[in-house]
């Protein structure tokens, strides 16, 4: 299998704001992002941090040859109760956020233009013993 890395060209976005995608690389912690104050629900635990909602997006271009391959998307982390769309329809759900996970893709993608969609929910707080960072916070790689 080839490892092909996909951190670079997405976009991130409160799930539930209007705010304009704002261009990352993959790892990103969203929530460092977030204004922090006294009346956090998850308090000195989440580093006075508020819980938001975020959405990942990333457009990419299949080539002609990969139409008969073996494709699976790899997430190292994200925080959590992640939720993965390719063109709109859902394929998977990760309710834990400290663990990998895989996305078949295999013969779900034919050439030409697909749009990948991640949310990530850590607007619940608070949801955990420490800081845990919001978002896809570890590599993304497309095994082919």
């Known amino acids: 299998m080839r490892a092909i890395s996909f951190n670079t060209g997405w976009t991130c976005r409160h799930l539930d704001g209007s705010d ?34 975020y959405l990942y ?16 998307l790899e997430f190292e982390g994200v925080y959590r109760n992640a939720e993965v769309a390719l063109d709109g329809e859902t394929l998977a759900f990760r309710p834990y956020g400290y663990t990998n996970f895989y996305v078949d893709l295999t013969g779900r993608l034919t050439p030409g233009e697909h ?17 845990t960072g919001a978002g896809i916070y570890r590599p993304v790689t497309l095994w082919l």
């Open 20 to 53: 304009a995608p704002k261009a990352v690389s993959i790892p990103h912690d969203a929530m460092l992002e977030e204004p922090r104050h006294a009346l956090a629900p998850s308090g000195k635990n989440g580093c006075w941090f508020e819980g938001r909602d």
């Open 57 to 72: 997006e990333k457009t990419f271009t299949v080539p002609a040859d990969w139409a008969d391959k073996a494709l699976l």
């Open 115 to 131: 749009k990948l969609s991640v949310i990530a929910r850590n607007a619940e707080q608070p949801n955990s013993r420490w800081y």
